[in-house]
């Protein structure tokens, strides 16, 4: 596979595929040999073709950014087959939400000890679970889902 | 194409693949006929025949779920083509740690009146006059540092989903991480590393030649994390997080896209969008910072 006419080994992408890695390969900056794993994953997710696509959408400068990305959620989703990378923003959202919530609860408990010099208030008690009738009790922030998801949802009860 | 029965047209995926839609089709529930644009999305990202071999790995019972996550991975791929999901998580771990940062100087300004509220009253046992104005008090405390009070940091261990601890990726990652000195993530957290090292793009890869793993490490209980003002070197390679927030992705806003998949709840996201806005520019580069990648095996 290697030629004599340049010097670098293929990159990891070529070397899984098994093809000539030319000079202007897209994926050779971002995939090098001594990371197969990183190409390999993205492959089994996503695809080289998705990526390859991917890849030539974006500016050359921001390239390795949406290749870690990818990497990323590649590895996410191959370690929770069901959620991927979902997963961990579902989480982060709700600590958003109960961190606000305890913030705004201590912001009028200090309040009120301020102004008024009462003993402060207990904090409040953490947010209850998610109700039988939720879906999955997985929070989706910038919620795209579709109407007929909603229905879905509501009746098959699914499990996080 | 339709079948021959005309009662139900073909699903999205068939219409796309322009094939007959068998009633065994996998994906037809999860891709209706008049949602070209999710399906467009989904098949951009990911393939139809990857979708298909994940559904088959999965139980049925799980592909709802899994289509979900798949279907809203593909749309913030989307939205935001460069850094998609990782771009969310960013953002949300950003807007936590100011959230932290903000209840820790509260929980500390309320100690510091706690301990104020009972010197009072012993002061005044011994005939000394206490202040005269309150608000005083809590000026001055205001200048407290914000460390004082972290009783918060381990008190709220919320079910993280830990399926992406790896002793293995944390301890190889260790090296790389400043933040990960105090671990607390053993158990309850994901993994997504709080310095970014790896992705600056021109600057350097060291991260990456002392760390060939590739993987995101987290602490959530971020109390542990570092202020962002450390990452002062952020190079301009993050200016895309700052049109990320006042436009929402590389090209087009997200805040005024018309997209079909936005949902009712876009009020929700804008609030939480809008609220990120605020954040000063400089800040969001710090931020982006502090997220790395190092590389696994």
Known sequence: MSSSSYSSSPCAACKFLRRKCMPDCIFAPYFPPEEPQKFANVHKIFGASNVSKLL???????????????????????????????????????QVITLQRELDATNANLFRYAYNEMPPLRPPPPPPPPAAGQSSGFYYPYQWNDPSDEDNERSSGGNM | MTLKSGTTS???ACKYQRRKCIPECLLAPYFPADQTKV?????KLFGVSNIVKILKSLDPSQHAEAMRSIKYQANVRDKFPVYGCLGVIRQLYYQI???????????????????????????LELGMAPPTNGLNFLTAVSDMPVSMQHSYSNSNNIGYCSSYVDSKDHNNNNNNSNSNSNNNNNN???????PFLATNNSSSSNSNENNPLMAIQSQLLVSNMQPLVKQHEVVQDYDELHPFFDTIDDRQSFIHSKEPYDSSCEDSAKETTQAIELVPNNE???????FSLTSVH
């Not at chain 1, 400068?61 to 959620?83: G, H, I, M, T, W």
């Not at chain 2, 399906?39 to 098949?43: K, L």
């Not at chain 2, 309320?110 to 010197?119: A, D, I, K, N, V």
Request: overall charge negative; aromatic content about 10%; glycine content about 2%.
């Open chain 1, 56 to 94: 030539n959408e974006v500016p050359t400068f921001q390239r390795e950014d949406a290749v870690n990305s990818l990497a990323y959620e590649a590895e996410a989703r191959l370690k929770d087959p069901v959620y991927g990378c979902v997963g961990a923003i579902s989480v982060l959202q709700r």
């Open chain 2, 10 to 12: 073909a699903c999205a």
């Open chain 2, 39 to 43: 399906f467009q999305n989904a098949h």
């Open chain 2, 97 to 123: 740690q100011l959230l932290e940062e903000e209840f820790h100087s509260v929980l500390s300004q309320l100690e510091m009146y706690r301990q104020y509220h009972h010197e009072v009253p012993s002061q």
């Open chain 2, 188 to 194: 309850n957290s994901l993994w997504i590393q709080h």
């Open chain 2, 284 to 290: 969001l580069k710090n931020a982006a910072a502090c």
